[in-house]
Each structure stands twice: as structure tokens, then as C-alpha cells.
């Protein structure tokens, strides 16, 4: 086994407490930590499950957010938050070093992270659910470590790193498109000329074999200017034949669209069942 896999939080290198404030329902902790992988300060907040419950559900925030995303931003508190607390989930909601795009030393400190939650809390099963640069995320990690994935939800993600760096660097004029080439080459150690190694490892497009039986569900606005539908189109394509797979396009829908898919009845009937992407991925 890798050794990547094995390692957790040294002793004395965490340190937990409770996270006040509003938004925040009881349970919560704040976790400060420093990396295994080169002793970086980072923190986590965590909230414990209910009495009996061993799956955890793992939320990691969007470019520009941290790992309290899902607390404060209005739509997640409202759509996503509940759904969470009424399954009786712990859940984990990493800053995972800010904008890193699960680069190396990201992976590094999630294996650490659900390690440390098994150790601690006698965590079992990790359901994904995430979007924009954390569904992205979702599935670089599920692709890495299909072994600490038991399902994955990921809303208006990418799945190759190189094209999508240079999609980035073509649209010179558009500033997040250029924070984002620049987090990408900070944290995987320079443009994808330079390490296509590392970029090739961590996207998911070239990971399809380790993804094939397991849990997935992707969605996908086809107007999205930030991350092009076409990626998760193709991705999309190769597990067309999962059975445990699931991919929904939102028409016209923008970058944030897919958020809230699943959670809102469909217009005009609102006694129509809501789909429910959690069903999907949290399956035995």
C-alpha cells in the first residue's frame, strides 16, 4: 500500500475545539492541523454524527472559499446543509491548503484527514459531494484513492487538468480563469509542459478504470463560461456504462446551476419527487 495512505495526524500536530457562531449547528469543531506532507498550518471543521452513524460525508468548498464554505454561503446552508444534518452524516469540510486543486500534498493531507476522522471518531464510509473546484476535487481523490471513496457527487466540475489549464490561459481577460492557471501551476508544480506526469495522475478523464463500479453522480450546466461542459461530457462517455453512474445537464444553466439541482421540486409540479443525488452515491 502506499504509504500516502497510511499516514494520519502526528501526535501534538492537532488540535481540536468548538466552532462558534451563527450558521454553525451544534457539533461543529474546528480542526487545526499541520500537514504531514511538509508541515504546513491548515484547518478543517468537523461535525460529529449522530449516535450510531460511521459515514461521513466530505464537503470541499470552491475556488476563493474555505473549508467553512458550506455553513456560510447562502445557497449550500439552505439546499445542502439540511439534507446533511437530517441523514445524521459527520461531515468534513476541508480548506485542504486553499485553492490547490487536490494537488499532491492536498491528497496527502485528505488520506491524513479520513485517517485521523477513523481513528478519532470511528469513521468508516466517505460520501463526496461537492462542486465547482470541489467536485473537481471529488473526483481526482475518488481517481487516486478509489479505496476511501464510497461514492462521489460532482457539480460543474473538469476532469483534465492540462486542457483545462490551457482553457484558462486562452481567455487572458478573464481574471478567475487566471487565478485558477495560477493556483493550478502553484500546486502541482508548474504548467503542465513542465510536470505532465502529475497533471496526467490527478485528472479523472485517465482514471476511468478505477471509477468504473462506483457511485457516481455528475451534473453539469451547458452554458457554463467557467468550466466547460464539453470535459464532463467526455468523462461522462466513458462511464456510460457504470451502472452505478449517473450525469444530468442543466439547459442553459450557468457555473452555480447544478447546485441546486435535486433539491428543488421540478418546476411546475412541485409534487413531483425530487431526485436526490445522495441516494445515488450513498449506496452499499
Known sequence: MDVQKKVTLAPGAWRLAEQAGSGFPAGVRRLDYQS??????????????????????VCIHGHGSRGNQLYIRPDLQKF?????????????????????????AAVTDLDALLNFLRQEFQAKKFLFESGSMGGTSNLIYAGLRPENV???????????????????????????LQEIADSLETHYGGTPVQQPD????HSPVNQTKRLQNMPIFLA????????????????AAVLAENPRFAYVEVPGGGHDSPLSLGYLPA??????AVFQALNWIDQE
Not at 457527487?153 to 487572458?172: E, M
Request: hydrophobic share 45%; aromatic share 12%.
Open 220 to 235: 453539469h450546466g451547458t452554458a457554463d463560461p467557467i468550466m466547460p461542459v464539453s470535459q464532463t461530457r467526455a468523462f
Open 80 to 104: 445542502w446543509l439540511p439534507r446533511y444534518l437530517e441523514r445524521g452524516y459527520g461531515i468534513l469540510t476541508p480548506t485542504l491548503r486553499g485553492n490547490a486543486w487536490m494537488g499532491p
Open 198 to 201: 502529475v497533471y496526467w495522475a
Open 36 to 57: 504531514p506532507a511538509d508541515g504546513a498550518d491548515d484547518w478543517a471543521l468537523l461535525k460529529t454524527p449522530a449516535p450510531g452513524v460511521s459515514t461521513w460525508l
Open 267 to 272: 418546476t411546475g409540479d412541485p409534487a413531483a
Open 150 to 176: 464510497a461514492g462521489a457527487s460532482a457539480r460543474g466540475a473538469v476532469t483534465d487538468l492540462a486542457a483545462y489549464h490551457a482553457f484558462c490561459r486562452r481567455r487572458a481577460g478573464v481574471g478567475i
